[in-house]
């Protein structure tokens, strides 16, 4: 991606040697983006998609884009044709409702503006976009508004992000009004997963979310911590990598 951003296009035989992977294992990744409408495909090669106004590439170096990437479809899978689901704001939210593109039927609740207009491009989603006030250059709607039109809802299940998780602090955010909006989601819907990059995995930030005991799994990439991973899975939450 941070190829494409840069160049425009790229091509499977320099992908391949430049990345040291076969040509066969670019294209396997070419067609996943491109099912994400990252990009398009052409013969030998993909180009850039053009954006949605106001989106922009993720711009975390390119192996951790590629492991969002990631998370984002193993939360996808965790979704069901016909779903309700809650989408919480986080930095995995756009990943995610990229990798949902192609869903039949899906009604989407979210508190993420930019998640939002992606999930409204995609034939088949039904996007209901929560109340609250969005803070100039955020693009996360909390407050008051966030709860009462929450607690009007029934999901069958809330994909939550945030800023840490760990065996003892649980699932955090750095921000309370998106640590608050984050509860109410769990409060409202049947089951939870948990998106975290591995980075955040071990992390406490200021905010309490959840216990780690209110999420039936964690999805990360496979570079977390082994010892972290292992207390996760003796707490009783099940831990899932790329």
Do not use: Y
């Not at 990252?38 to 975390?60: E, F, I, K, Q």
């Not at 939360?75 to 039949?104: D, F, Q």
């Amino acid at each position: 991606m941070e190829r494409l951003a840069k160049d425009g296009s790229v091509a499977v035989s320099a992908l391949s040697h430049g990345l040291g992977v076969s040509e066969a294992s670019v294209r396997r990744d070419l067609s996943f983006l491109e099912a994400q409408r990252w990009l398009s495909r052409t013969h030998g090669g993909a180009v850039v998609r053009s954006l949605p106004v106001g989106l922009s590439l993720p711009s975390a170096p390119a192996r951790r884009q590629a492991e969002r990437f990631e998370i984002g479809r193993l939360a996808a899978e965790r979704v069901p044709e016909g779903a309700r689901v809650g989408l919480a704001a986080g930095g995995l939210s756009v990943a995610i409702a990229r990798a949902l593109a192609g869903r039949a039927s899906l009604t989407v609740v979210t508190n993420q503006l930019d998640a939002a207009h992606e999930l409204s491009l995609r034939e088949g989603v039904t996007v209901m976009v929560t109340g609250g006030v969005a803070f100039s250059g955020s693009p996360v709607l909390t407050g008051p508004m966030v709860e009462s039109s929450l607690r009007e809802v029934h999901l069958d299940l809330v994909i939550i992000g945030g800023d840490g998780i760990d065996p003892e602090s649980g699932l955090t955010a750095e921000d309370p009004l998106v640590a608050h909006a984050a509860r109410v989601f769990r409060d409202v819907s049947r089951r939870a997963v948990a998106v975290f990059d591995a980075p955040q995995v071990g992390r406490t930030a200021f905010a309490r979310i959840c216990p780690l005991a209110e999420v039936a799994e964690l999805l990360t990439a496979d570079d977390v911590d082994p010892e972290l991973r292992d207390k996760i899975d003796d707490a009783g939450v099940g831990v899932v990598t790329e």
